[in-house]
């Protein structure tokens, strides 16, 4: 797939001015996070089929709103008429995934409908996700700099098939302690019931 950028930019182009403002405006190490997600993301997309550019500048620029304060990260919500989930509105550093899809598109000139949705939903995940944001939230939770996964998780998980890798990550999430929300939860059970049906045998046989 083609991705939609302004006529007078290129691919280069783009990744050169969005790694520029990340290495100007994130923390060296959530610039560092950001590389290594666009890396992963990329391998990613090679492996499954996706545009290999698209998922290299989804990734890099997926946390560009990770470090505005949650009062501003409100605001560019309101300015924009953002839609929201409530459990993102009461946990306002979600908002970065929203934010971040919007610098994207108006600073960047990102109109592609696949990293779009992509970096809006790579915190919380949600039925019905598409390729990129499945590659995406993945690539989030194991690139290398992750240090509350070992490298044994890392390996597992990324050996697994697309969607059941999601599954691996969300099981290990609830494993930590920590409760999905309720769009994580909803993801989780669409993907689960899907490979649950792989899983059945043929009727009639
Ligand atoms: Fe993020
Ligand atoms: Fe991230």
């Known amino acids: ?3 939609s950028i302004p006529a007078d930019s290129t691919w280069n182009s783009v990744r050169e001015k969005l790694d520029a403002f990340l290495r100007q405006t994130l923390s060296a190490r959530r610039y560092k ?8 993301c990329q391998a990613l997309c090679l492996r499954f089929g996706y545009d290999a550019h698209a998922g290299y500048i989804a990734g890099l620029g997926h946390d560009a709103a990770r470090e505005m304060p949650e009062e501003q990260l409100l605001e560019e919500v309101k300015q924009a008429g953002l839609e929201t989930d409530a459990y993102e509105t009461g946990n306002p550093v979600l908002l ?11 600073r960047f000139g990102v109109e592609d409908a696949g990293i779009l949705e992509a970096v809006r939903r790579h915190t919380l995940g949600g039925p019905g996700m598409g390729l990129l944001a499945k590659i995406l939230f993945v690539a989030d939770y194991c690139e290398p700099g992750r240090t509350f996964i070992d490298s044994a998780f890392r390996t597992a998980c990324l050996r697994l098939p697309l969607e059941r890798m999601i599954v691996y990550i969300i099981d290990n999430e609830k494993a930590r302690g920590h409760e999905p929300s309720p769009l994580s939860l909803a993801m989780y059970h669409e993907l689960k019931n899907r490979e649950l049906k792989k899983e059945e045998p043929e009727a009639g046989r």
């Not at 996070?33 to 992963?40: D, G, I, K, P, T």
């Not at 970065?96 to 108006?106: G, M, T, W």
């Open 1 to 3: 797939m083609a991705l």
């Open 33 to 40: 996070h950001s590389r290594a997600v666009a890396e992963l």
């Open 96 to 106: 970065h995934a929203p934010v971040s899809a919007l610098i994207l598109k108006k």
